[in-house]
């Protein structure tokens, strides 16, 4: 069975400040990963995808890693705004299977 | 519609009673999900659409829940006699394409809040 963990649960930095999320999954068998942005009362919000096949993806100041093999993925934020305060949750979809498997989520607080 | 759309945003409702959530997806998206996510818990993955049948409703948590779609547009989750652990916030999102290696991503609505008194 997937089972996806992502650490930190929370992080709070200064505003301006790199920062890195981690998600892993314990199954390397996926079509592709997926992370996601939820701010409170919310839907989710897709940031980036990154397809099996692929080793990163770029978005702005969001960069998403994937390394299968090891089961990990890494989103990179740069320059670190007040607005990017809110939940990043990852989420990978099982290879056979149409449903995505998520994790619970890194509650980022961005201080100005 | 320009997102996906979900009614109503908010229901409290009486323990015993039955709910209908309501989803209508992004125009054109064949595939179509629900999903629970309860406080403090991650999204839990109940049903998946690909037009009007559901290739997977491994995820619904009893035979209280139940969901159908209609056209291959607008889906409605139904639950009967309500218990207090439906309470939660139930997700509907849609794409493009059956997720798959040429996947398109997953746009969500934002949600109805079910509370059950």
């Known amino acids: 069975k997937q089972e996806v963990t992502q650490i930190p649960a929370a992080l709070s930095v200064p505003e301006g400040e790199n920062l890195v999320l981690n998600c892993s999954f314990?199954?390397?068998a996926i079509y592709n990963l997926q992370w996601f942005r939820q701010d409170p009362g919310k839907g989710l919000t897709s940031?980036?995808?990154?397809?099996?096949?692929?080793?990163?993806?770029?978005?702005?100041?969001?960069?998403?890693?994937?390394?299968?093999?090891?089961?990990?993925?890494?989103?990179?934020?740069?320059?670190?705004?007040?607005g990017d305060s809110a939940t990043y949750l990852c989420a990978v979809t099982q290879g056979g299977s149409e449903k995505l498997v998520f994790g619970k989520g890194t509650k980022l607080t961005v201080n100005p | 519609g320009a997102g996906v759309s979900q009614s109503p945003s908010n229901k409290v409702t009486e323990k015993g009673k039955d709910v209908e959530l309501r989803c209508d997806p992004i125009s054109g998206h064949t595939a179509l999900y629900w999903y629970r996510q309860s406080l403090g818990q991650g999204l839990e993955f109940l049903i998946?659409?690909?037009?009007?049948?559901?290739?997977?409703?491994?995820?619904?948590?009893?035979?209280?829940?139940?969901?159908?779609?209609?056209?291959?547009?607008?889906?409605?989750?139904?639950?009967?006699?309500?218990?207090?652990?439906?309470?939660?916030?139930?997700?509907?999102?849609?794409?493009?394409?059956?997720?798959?290696?040429?996947?398109?991503e997953l746009f969500f609505g934002e949600g109805s809040r079910l509370t059950v008194l």
């Open chain 1, 26 to 28: 314990t199954d390397s």
């Open chain 1, 47 to 82: 940031l980036l995808l990154i397809q099996s096949s692929q080793r990163e993806q770029t978005s702005g100041r969001l960069n998403a890693s994937l390394d299968k093999s090891s089961g990990r993925s890494t989103l990179y934020i740069a320059a670190s705004q007040p």
């Open chain 2, 48 to 104: 998946y659409f690909q037009g009007n049948s559901a290739p997977d409703k491994s995820g619904l948590p009893s035979d209280r829940f139940s969901a159908e779609r209609t056209g291959g547009s607008v889906s409605t989750l139904t639950i009967q006699r309500t218990q207090q652990e439906d309470s939660a916030v139930y997700l509907c999102a849609s794409s493009l394409f059956p997720r798959g290696p040429l996947t398109g």
